[in-house]
């Protein structure tokens, strides 16, 4: 099984930036995605965005706006998120997840989960 360890967390002034970090180990398949979600207080979890671990190319849902970036170190197994010019309502607990098969944009299909980072924006 995928084991995966979300970290980065923490409060941020609204304005800043901040990099969160995914690090999977145990996988046992080639194709595959991860991606980004996030749940807010009160919200139902949504989609941020992901990457084909294959080919590096990546997907974001529309609201990011260009200020979240998604990248990888594929020989630490990792997964980051950047997201600039921080908002309130960026407030959220973020997940990373995995899912088989490599195109990212198919939110449903993840299904291994890490145990999410708190991101708390001040403003």
Do not use: H
């Not at 970090?21 to 749940?39: E, P």
């Not at 973020?94 to 944009?105: D, E, H, L, M, Q």
């Amino acid at each position: 099984q995928v084991q995966l360890v979300e970290s980065g967390g923490g409060l941020v002034q609204a304005g800043g930036s901040l990099t969160l970090s995914c690090a999977a180990s145990g996988r046992t398949f080639s194709n595959y995605a991860m991606g980004w979600f996030r749940q807010a207080p009160g919200k139902e979890r949504e989609f941020v965005g992901g990457i084909d671990w294959n080919s590096g190319d990546t997907y974001y849902a529309r609201f990011v706006k260009g200020r979240f970036t998604i990248s990888r170190d594929n020989a630490k197994s990792t997964m980051y998120l950047q997201i600039d010019s921080l908002k309130a309502e960026d407030t959220a607990v973020y997940y990373c997840a995995t899912k088989r098969g490599s195109i990212p944009n198919i939110p449903q299909a993840y299904d291994y989960w890490g145990q999410g980072t708190q991101v708390t924006v001040s403003s």
